[in-house]
């Protein structure tokens, strides 16, 4: 079966960091680009950042350029969001999905397999 697990969410101060995994599975992970999404409430779902497959190409929104980085092992099928000076406004479900081809990007119809989120609080 194809699992995507997003973990290491969490409640932090604004300006503090967290680091969040994607562990796949049950798929040729490194054929795959792997994007990040978030979901604040009563909001749409937006892309927060993807990876390609080799991790060459990487895309950031702009609410996040500079402040979080993205990164993968694919020894480990796992993705890394790095996120540091955290905002309250990034406070969100973040979710973590797979792309169908292998460089990833912004649109979320192009990702064939989503995992369950991870919440992330941050406070003023």
């Known amino acids: 079966d194809v699992q995507l697990q997003a973990f290491g969410g969490g409640s932090v101060q604004a300006g503090g960091s967290l680091r969040l995994s994607c562990a796949a599975s049950?798929?040729?992970?490194?054929?795959?680009?792997i994007g990040w999404f978030r979901q604040a409430p009563g909001k749409e779902r937006e892309f927060v950042a993807c990876i390609s497959w080799s991790g060459g190409f990487r895309l950031f929104s702009d609410s996040v350029k500079g402040r979080f980085t993205i990164s993968r092992d694919n020894a480990k099928n796992t993705v890394y969001l790095q996120m540091n000076s955290l905002k309250p406004d990034d406070t969100a479900v973040y979710y973590c999905a797979a792309d169908r081809g292998t460089v990833g990007g912004r649109d979320p119809t192009r990702y064939r397999y989503w995992g369950q989120g991870t919440q992330v609080t941050v406070s003023s």
């Open positions: 049950g798929f040729t992970f490194d054929d795959y680009a």
